[in-house]
């Protein structure tokens, strides 16, 4: 007898040869241009990075349009209601092997192999009935995940929220988890006081952390983030045969309707004067004291309000991303260094460097580090878990938007 597991599985993979089936067959409709080519190629590096994203947040949009699509198009008949659920998250997780195929330019019978990477092969000794405990279980997931390359913040992302989780659930068989305590769970996450560290969780406890004021709770969306970070650890457990059924609810917390509209306002060009005005970019004064304490104050907003760039791209600039590219001397954002990180495959890019910039001096600045034997432009920032910005922007808002008051609230350093 097949089982459910084995039937899903089966029936995703149909789903994906589908798929990718009617991908390839569109491509090779009609002869087609370099230009069409290269565009093609960065679409599917797009879609791929895309896909992988919505695997990990649980967005379930692409592929349930997918599923439907597929027993329309084959006029079958779907599954049940709580099986067709569990298809829909597995072709999720199987939709990024269809970009990969295509990139590789795999034929229709040789993209089994990328299905058998993408499908965690249940262990033996791995049955429901296992008595493998919570914390073996987040340790393992978290090494796992770490072999595959994921970059260092997002492992401690993912470890905070399973440590938040381990403290309300208990250190207990993972088998034996239910959707009650997932339920009472996902309801301890919203009521999390903000600013609480692990340190503090294991200090007062977890219910010395939460807190039933609006203002003093983390936000909706933090507490979906933790949400989606859990549900992909249990949809793991799941998928490697700990368990039956994942313990977390498929829905996410209601976020209130002004969330939905909430947005920060541009920084005005009043603002932005106010800002640049203070002595630290006129008189080239510290804003503490009369030299500058560290150039990465003077430099970081500048280079925000000119190339657009993120803070954490800038804050993790090495020498060697400031070349010339066609006689154009430009900021070249790369994965060059392990310390580095980019936020997605299409944030790589060029940036010519500002006339402004080139004025003031940046590439004398660029220079003296060189001459000095520095990597990156600005040292004292510190990889604090796999993040950069974090401290520069605590700084600039607190000496720039909190200082310069009656400055509104928008003015931050992503505003620039």
Known sequence: MVSTYETIKNQARKIIHHYH????????????????????IDLLHL???????????????????????????????????PTLDKLVRKVCDLVPSIYQALLNNKPLESIEELLQVAEPTPKQGTEPASEKVLSELMDAYLSENQLKGWKMRTIKQY????????HHLGDGPVSSLNRTQGRELRATLVRLAKGKTQADITAKGLMACLTDNDAHRISVTTANNHMNRLREFFRWCESMGFIERNPLPDDNLPAPKSAKIAKRDPITDHEAKQIFSHRLFVEQR??????????SHFWL?????????RLGEISQLQVSNIRQISGINCFVVERSTDDQYIKTPNAVRAIPIHNELLRIGFLDFVDY???KGGKRLFNNIKLIQGNYSNKPSEWFIKNFRDALCPLPKNPVPKSL
């Open 21 to 40: 089936s009617m991908e390839l067959a569109d491509w090779q409709s009609r002869p087609r241009t370099m230009s069409e080519y290269e565009l093609w």
């Open 159 to 166: 470890e905070h929220s399973l440590f938040i989780a381990l």
């Open 369 to 371: 580090i060189r001459s």
């Open 301 to 309: 907003p500048l280079i925000a309000a000119y190339s657009g760039m």
């Open 47 to 81: 879609f791929k990075s895309q896909a992988i994203e919505a695997s990990r947040l649980n967005d379930l949009t692409q592929s349930q349009q997918l599923v439907q699509d597929y027993f329309e198009d084959t006029t079958s008949s779907p599954p049940s209601p």
């Open 286 to 295: 510290g804003v503490k004291t009369k030299q500058i304490q560290h150039a």
